[in-house]
């Protein structure tokens, strides 16, 4: 097994579940590393069951091609399990695989082997692994590196000239075998960006407008951290006299989101905490793959960038993301909520005056609660500092951060 470098913040949450009789499922986008965090957890078999039986099946190798029904991958299954010793089953990329989900709960129902699989397209879990094994999985979502990760697989001291590179490039893995210049690193970016929206887009979810697809992406990426709605989307497409529904729109935002290539954060009411219905915020999950179909430039759009790595952060800790509005109209950038905790953060380039500084604390100021509250930015002079109890902490640092 080739080298790998490991990524203990998912394998340190996925251990504890190893023999314990519930099937573990590795979501997230393609090519941000399931496969190889699922070779870690095989790794962590044979270490500590010597006599483990481990069954690997991979859908995009092309031995496996043959492997097309639920009835195929049954029977290869049990050719392969043996009685006399503890049988593990890794599947990767299971969504290739029609009816999948009848084998993985024959097997299950038997005790027939441990089960871990990874998927790409998250309509897997609301639709095939929702209905016939409700309650019998859990999921562990998998995205690409966070900065600490990056600085450790690219072997990098934490610095400005750092965060710019991760700003910029993002957190794909496979940039570590790739010089961290603009135009090789795009190319490559650009060639897994076409084959998220042809493969786990467009063919799984069936899109026949491709082309507005395409200009869609787009149009989300140049917006990210702006609040809006299909139908905002939809209007501005009419006054342009382009005819696409609302409902249209939704859709095919959703099967951006459903290849996790994008993410969503609701509007949250803080004093309640109830969601509304309309105008979200959304994310890309990696920021190399939202800079290199773009005109990009990081002075231009560092404050989307540094917004869009705040979220990511969060979600990397475990969080559930909002964005934040109270009753009297004030704006809070982001809502981490976790079981009972909860964390506030506002984002700014810089405070360079009164009246940024003004809106980025008063805001936070203006909620009457003790929960953590952070001011983040790039002003070299943040570290530790606090207004009135509200953290003001660099960007770098934020990110560096493993508990919040």
């Given at each position: 097994?080739?080298?790998l470098?490991?990524?203990p ?7 504890p579940?190893?023999n ?16 190889c ?17 481990i ?16 009835e ?8 392969r399990?043996k ?6 089953l ?6 290739d695989?029609?009816?999948f ?30 209905t016939?094994?409700?309650?019998r ?24 000239q ?9 957190g794909?893995p496979y940039?570590t075998n ?7 690193v795009?190319?490559?970016l650009?060639?897994?960006?076409s084959?998220i ?6 063919k799984?979810?069936?899109?026949r407008?491709?082309?507005f697809?395409?200009?869609?992406a787009?149009?989300i ?7 809006f709605?299909?139908?905002n ?5 009419k006054?342009?006299?382009v ?10 935002i959703?099967?951006?989101?459903n290849?996790?290539?994008i993410?969503?954060?609701?509007r949250l009411?803080?004093e ?10 959304y ?5 190399g ?15 989307k ?9 969060l ?5 559930s ?8 109209g004030?704006?809070?950038d982001f ?12 984002v ?16 936070l ?9 952070y001011?983040?930015?790039m ?9 009135d ?6 960007l770098?640092d ?7």
């Amino acid at each position: 097994m080739s080298q790998l470098i490991d990524r203990p913040i998912y394998t340190s949450r996925i251990t504890p579940f190893i023999n314990k009789g519930i099937i573990k499922v590795l979501t997230g986008q393609r090519r941000v590393g399931k496969s190889c965090i699922m070779k870690q957890l095989m790794r962590h078999i044979k270490e500590s069951v010597s006599n483990a039986n481990i069954i690997y099946i991979n859908k995009e190798y092309e031995v496996f091609n043959e492997l097309k029904s639920h009835e195929d991958l049954s029977s290869y299954v049990l050719n392969r399990l043996k009685e006399d010793c503890p049988n593990y089953l890794f599947i990767d990329e299971v969504q290739d695989i029609t009816g999948f989900e009848h084998t993985l709960r024959s097997l299950q129902a038997r005790n027939s082997c441990d089960i871990f699989v990874t998927g790409s397209n998250a309509s897997m879990l609301s639709g095939e692994l929702a209905t016939y094994l409700s309650g019998r999985y859990i999921e562990f979502h998998i995205h690409s590196l966070g900065f600490s990760e990056f600085l450790q697989f690219h072997k990098l001291d934490p610095s400005v000239q750092a965060l710019r590179s991760y700003l910029s490039f993002g957190g794909m893995p496979y940039l570590t075998n790739l010089p961290l210049e603009k135009e090789l690193v795009f190319e490559y970016l650009s060639n897994v960006y076409s084959t998220i929206l042809l493969k786990d887009v467009v063919k799984r979810e069936g899109i026949r407008n491709v082309d507005f697809l395409e200009t869609l992406a787009v149009y989300i990426a140049d917006n990210v951290g702006n609040l809006f709605s299909a139908n905002n989307i939809s209007k501005y497409l009419k006054s342009q006299h382009v005819n696409i529904s609302s409902l249209q729109v939704g859709n095919y935002i959703k099967s951006l989101r459903n290849a996790y290539l994008i993410n969503r954060a609701q509007r949250l009411e803080i004093e309640g905490l109830r969601k509304f219905e309309i105008h979200d915020k959304y994310f890309f999950e990696d920021l190399g793959l939202r800079n290199c179909h773009l005109n990009f430039s990081l002075q231009r759009d560092i404050h989307k960038l540094m917004e869009n790595a705040v979220y990511n952060h969060l979600r990397l800790l475990n969080y559930s993301v909002f964005t934040g509005e109270q009753t009297s109209g004030r704006e809070i950038d982001f809502i981490g909520l976790k079981n009972e905790w909860r964390i506030y953060a506002q984002v700014a380039y810089r405070i360079e005056s009164e009246t940024t500084k003004n809106r980025e604390f008063g805001n936070l100021l203006a909620i009457r609660d003790n929960y953590p509250k952070y001011v983040i930015s790039m002003d070299e002079w943040t570290s530790g500092s606090n207004v009135d109890g509200i953290m003001h902490i660099h960007l770098i640092d934020f990110l560096m951060r493993t508990e919040l």
